[in-house]
């Protein structure tokens, strides 16, 4: 066991003094790793494919506000961005760990709101419940990313530095997340409302590439942190994920008699 801490020491900051940081932690993985499990059972957020549906595949109570597309997803990633952006004039003398870490928190969420209003083309609605929840899950994590590098200023740095890593493996993630976000916007046309099978890039092997590649975002971005936090929520968000591309691949199957089997859910010839 102490083997095992030592070797941890040499990869991670301590966890910092912040009963916040360690409450968010403990949150952001159970929260998400407990929305993976509703996905695998059937149990679906209000967005994407399943805004008008319930684990039952029933239509949404009519009580429910319902919103655009689009209007619902600026509500999910407007604010983490804001949160990114505000936070380079409250904390502008950091060191470049810091900034880096900052920098690609506020970039996603900056790219997913470009995404929102150029790329992406929509053909249902979303709930507003599900945003909020969603918009509110995004944000925190994003001011807790962000607060948690800044209680590492001061801190030496672990023996094996891994945050230029992190920076490859992000950038790897946000060109690989948005370029499968292009191909599934460029299967519609302006008229078209309609799903269809995606292919082109790694949706020949899986039904949601952009998921895994999101799941490298976080890899990356914790690989530049390399404190607990960003893996607690990175853990919790490739749970998420990976009930939500099940779900998906589901779907798909129900929907479409020609749906190739080989294609898995997330993980190429493995899920």
Known sequence: MSMVISLFDKFLFPPPPSIFITTMSVISFVSLANSGL????GKHLG??????????????????TKLSSRTGMLLLYTPAFLAGAISFWLCPNHDFRFLLVNSAVTFHFFKRVFEVLFVHKYSGGMVLDSAIVISLSYTLSAVSMIYNQHLMQGIPDPQIDLKLVGGVVFL???????YHHYILANLRGKSDKGYKIPTGGLFGSVICPHYLFEILIFVGISL???????????AGTACYLTGRSYATRKWYLSKFENFPKHIKALVPFVF
């Open 224 to 234: 530049m942190s390399q404190t607990l936090y960003p893996i607690a929520f990175t």
């Open 172 to 178: 790897a993630g946000i060109v690989g997340n948005f």
């Open 47 to 64: 967005y994407s494919k399943f805004w008008n549906a319930d684990s039952n595949n029933k239509p949404v109570k009519k009580e429910s």
């Open 38 to 41: 509703s996905e695998l059972r």
